[in-house]
């Protein structure tokens, strides 16, 4: 039988064996828990009814990925809408491309926004979802916020919309963060890596996707200004693109704040 063949119906075999509510596998290869040194756990929700999208939900920096089920209605949200969700345990990442020789620390097993690419999407694809043409949204908060915009810019077949709150996307403008200085090396040694690599602002030149942005104005930890200018910029650039900017006037960087913005993406995604 060829290969090809044959991995498609086992993971057709494994498929069937997803059920209504959450299921965990490891990626990549699709196994069931525990998971091996070298595969991440991700979390799926199936909605009661048939479901019309899938929606990939990223976490801040070392959240569990559970912490948007247990912390906010996004499981109940999404089985009134009949959203597929997907939660990886992404743990500590600021989506890097790469490591460097200057690397301190290699937070994830393996560059947050490279495995994304080359590791979950693809093997997510073998059990049927983040299917390229399908109806595929990306959110995340704080980091995975980040995350979301930086994923949907490499993977830009893959995604109809993506959802970000929280995040940052000019880390040019914050030289002093300890998490850039330890995957990039030093801003005044390395200027382009900090401008040029993982940038979304760099990159919002190749912005193609109705976007919604949310952001407290009370942020304590991510500021205003990284959302208030990405949203700015976009709208220059994309005057005729879809971008939504929800500046929260009481709000900071907590669960309160980002469950209060549960259904506007979902309304957001469905409209």
């Not at 993971?11 to 059920?19: A, G, H, I, P, T």
């Not at 994923?151 to 996307?169: R, W």
Request: hydrophobic share 35%; proline share 6%; net charge positive.
């Amino acid at each position: 039988m060829n290969f090809f063949l044959l991995l498609f119906l086992v993971s057709q075999l494994f498929s069937v064996e997803l059920k209504k509510g959450i299921q965990t596998i490891c990626v990549p290869e699709n196994t069931p828990i525990p998971c091996k040194k070298n595969q991440v756990a991700v979390d799926i929700f199936i909605p009661e009814k048939k479901s019309i999208s899938t929606i990939l939900v990223l976490n801040g920096w070392n959240f569990p990925r559970d912490d948007w089920q247990k912390k906010t209605s996004i499981l109940k949200q999404a089985d009134e809408n009949s959203y597929t969700l997907i939660f990886p345990e992404m743990g500590k990442t600021i989506y890097e491309s790469e490591f460097f020789i200057e690397t301190k620390t290699k937070y994830f097993i393996e560059p947050g926004g490279k495995w994304c690419k080359e590791k979950l999407i693809p093997s997510l694809n073998q059990i049927g979802f983040l299917i390229e043409g399908n109806m595929n949204f990306v959110m995340g908060l704080s980091t995975g916020g980040r995350g979301a915009v930086i994923l949907a810019l490499n993977s830009p077949k893959i995604f109809k919309k993506v959802a970000s709150i929280s995040g940052d996307f000019d880390q040019s403008i914050l030289p002093n963060d300890k998490l850039m200085i330890n995957i990039y090396g030093k801003m005044d040694e390395f200027p382009n890596r900090w401008k040029e690599i993982d940038n979304p602002f760099h990159s919002s030149k190749n912005w193609n996707l109705p976007i919604y942005l949310g952001h407290g104005k009370k942020d304590k930890i991510v500021p205003f200004s990284q959302s208030e200018n990405f949203h700015k910029e976009l709208k220059k650039l994309h005057p005729n693109l879809k971008i939504i900017f929800h500046e929260s006037e009481n709000d900071g960087h907590d669960y309160k704040y980002w469950e209060s913005e549960v259904k506007p993406i979902f309304d957001f995604f469905k409209n």
